[in-house]
């Protein structure tokens, strides 16, 4: 399996309150990902980034800021969360060259009230 | 805009029973496509990735097809087992920046 945390595992948080995810990784890979994974929509893109400090939005990136300081860690934060963001948030990671395969962290189960 | 589909949504096979998993992609202009598996409350599992320059990969009891001008690929799982009940999903990968469109998953029930 790829070196891949995310931590927490599980949070529970209530509306309005700022909240941080991180995810760190032991590959060396120069990408890393943030998805959302919802029933009825499955996974979504949040943001992305393809090296330290450069990062992009992706497809549901608003209410959503991620910062990348160092290779290993990708942190994702919830300005003021939002019942709408409950949900499973997943990280990944792949390589620039070869076969770019992603692969993917356990998983952050998140819960707003 | 990229869609991918992932029709029926959820199958239920006896065991032993060789099954075909259907993908199909709006646009023939990707760079890989993978297949993933996804246990319960559990992260994904990378099963195969088959580049846009190929036809298929194989893994055990898996196979992969991948037909790019159609827009279609297929997971095949050979003599299937209880312990391959789970949601498999495919995702297409576009080339920008690596980004993965997933389908919504086919959840696979195997009857002992």
């Known amino acids: 399996d790829a070196g891949i945390t995310q931590s927490p595992r599980h949070k529970v948080t209530e509306t309005g309150t700022p909240v941080t995810l991180r995810c760190h990784q032991t590959e060396n890979h120069r990408y890393m990902y943030w998805y959302r994974q919802d029933p009825g929509h499955g996974l979504r893109l949040i943001h992305y980034?393809?090296?330290?400090?450069?990062?992009d939005k992706g497809e549901v990136s608003d209410g959503y800021s991620v910062s990348r300081s160092k290779t290993e860690d990708f942190l994702l934060t919830l300005e003021s969360a939002t019942s709408s963001q409950t949900s499973v948030y997943f990280c990944a990671i792949s390589e620039l060259q070869g076969a770019y395969e992603q692969y993917f962290g356990p998983g952050t189960r998140l819960t707003v009230t | 805009k990229q869609e991918v589909t992932q029709i029926p949504a959820a199958l239920s096979v006896p065991e032993g029973e060789n099954l075909v998993l259907n993908c199909s992609f709006t646009?023939?202009?990707?760079?890989?496509l993978q297949w993933f598996r996804q246990d319960p409350g559990k992260g994904l599992t990378s099963l195969l990735l088959?580049?846009?320059?190929?036809r298929e990969q194989t893994s055990g009891r898996l196979n992969a097809s991948l037909d790019k001008s159609s827009g279609r690929s297929t997971l095949y799982i050979a003599a299937s087992q209880p312990g391959d009940s789970a949601t498999y999903l495919c995702a297409v990968n576009t080339g920008a920046n690596s980004k993965l469109t997933f389908g919504k998953g086919i959840t696979l029930s195997v009857r002992p």
């Open positions: 980034s393809y090296g330290v400090k450069d990062t």
């Open positions: 646009d023939s202009a990707i760079y890989n």
């Open positions: 088959i580049q846009s320059s190929q």
